[in-house]
């Protein structure tokens, strides 16, 4: 199937003249060409009418299956359940102009297969697997009277976004076990977290040669390691050892974001859940306890994000929300544009993302044999990202690979 978008405004990594008007053929489910009043040849024309065309949004930190804000009890869901509650989490993204995100722990391959074989609506999905936590980690919910091992937590369940493993072998044996079963790269718990019962936000956690053979086992695999890191120690520690990726990264210093810059390390900031805690959490059942350490990261956020600027890291967008917090999705890019400017903030949910990702030139951009992801949105995001929010109330047309899976504001398809 050809299609012609005809009286484009396109807006990436490439194109940012608001005088500009091109046409952009889709064949065969990529971009083929790009121009100035391009012949038909038998395509559909869609006449954009000068309204923005723009790649498909990119979110490098989600957790599709985390459909309860209490992890410890996501996890226990059965897991039909937990499969089911999924869905609407990922229909709301490609609603909102999301085509692809990177699940930071708890998707697997077989729910990647079932979006890309159109049996469930959603993004394109780039898994994880379950993230990896030391016992007492980031990724262990149980409480601190509650006993056993760590082979007693569900980490097999659907609805648990991590596994415990403690030492070298162990942790080797789970990073190939992950990729095994498709894992496009790994997750680790590099330091303390909010949403954990019993350890403390500046806690170190995996050890060195941990974290180094979590590194090297992954590059073997030829992929990489992120890394949940909220301290300015955890970050270095963590980017000095091969890390590629920091998530969230709060409480980064100057020294610490040189150095991310320096080692060409990405930082995924996710400062929309902690707002969406402060706001929700209690109500939606978020422990106490996290509570209190949400407001500690959330106090720090916009600040991180001027170190980073500060030093050049560069940035991709994320938003690692949970529940019905997910609806909030779009709204990390207006938080990001209180330092950024809206161009950037795009960049950031585009071509950067797809970098991230290992992408670049497939995805997050409009251009000659990119994969046609496209969104039509209107008005102007590049003045108010706005435009890119309200559930995609602004974005008419979603297209991913090549079809349409939203158009004339509904969605038509399964993507």
Do not use: W
């Amino acid at each position: 199937m050809s299609i012609l978008f005809r009286n484009a405004r396109v807006v990436d990594a490439t194109h940012h003249d608001p005088d500009a008007r091109l046409d952009v053929r889709v064949e065969d489910g990529r971009i083929s060409e790009i121009g100035a009043d391009l012949p038909v040849r038998g395509a559909e024309v869609v006449d954009v009418a000068g309204r923005v065309l723009m790649p498909g949004l990119i979110d490098c930190h989600v957790h599709v299956m985390a459909s309860m804000v209490n992890l410890g009890l996501n996890a226990k869901l059965p897991n039909a359940f937990a499969l089911f509650r999924a869905m609407p989490i990922l229909r709301g993204m490609i609603e909102r102009g999301f085509t692809s995100v990177r699940d930071a722990g708890g998707a697997d391959y077989a729910l990647a297969q079932c979006v890309a074989e159109g049996l469930i609506v959603g993004p394109r999905l780039f898994t994880s697997g379950k993230a990896l936590s030391q016992t007492g980690g980031h990724g262990d919910f149980r409480a601190r009277m509650e006993y056993g091992s760590p082979d007693s937590c569900p980490c097999a369940q659907y609805g648990a976004i991590g596994r415990i493993v403690d030492g070298v072998d162990e942790l080797r044996r789970a990073i190939r076990q992950e990729i095994r079963q498709g894992a496009t790269q790994i997750k680790i718990m590099a330091s303390g977290g909010v949403s954990s019962p019993t350890d403390p936000i500046g806690n170190l956690q995996f050890s060195e040669e941990e974290i180094k053979a979590a590194v090297a086992e992954a590059r073997s695999h030829q992929t990489y390691v992120m890394a949940h890191a909220y301290t300015a120690q955890a970050i270095s520690r963590a980017v000095s050892l091969g890390v590629r990726t920091i998530e969230h990264g709060n409480l980064v210093d100057d020294d610490a974001a040189a150095l991310m810059a320096k080692m060409g390390a990405f930082a995924v900031p996710t400062l929309i859940t902690y707002v969406a805690m402060r706001d929700e959490g209690a109500e939606q059942g978020y422990p106490l306890e996290s509570q209190k350490k949400n407001v500690t990261v959330l106090e720090q956020g916009l600040d991180s994000l001027r170190i980073y600027q500060k030093h050049n890291v560069k940035m991709a967008y994320g938003s690692d929300l949970l529940g019905s917090m997910h609806q909030r999705q779009s709204e990390e890019l207006q938080l990001r544009a209180q330092v950024y400017s809206p161009y950037e903030v795009i960049l950031q949910a585009t071509s950067i993302a797809a970098e991230v990702l290992n992408m670049q030139g497939q995805l997050g951009v409009i251009a000659p044999g990119a994969i046609a992801d496209i969104l039509i949105v209107e008005g102007d995001p590049t003045i108010d990202l706005a435009v890119l929010g309200e559930h995609g109330r602004h974005i008419p047309v979603v297209m991913k690979d090549g079809k349409f899976v939203k158009r004339n504001g509904e969605i038509t398809a399964p993507a």
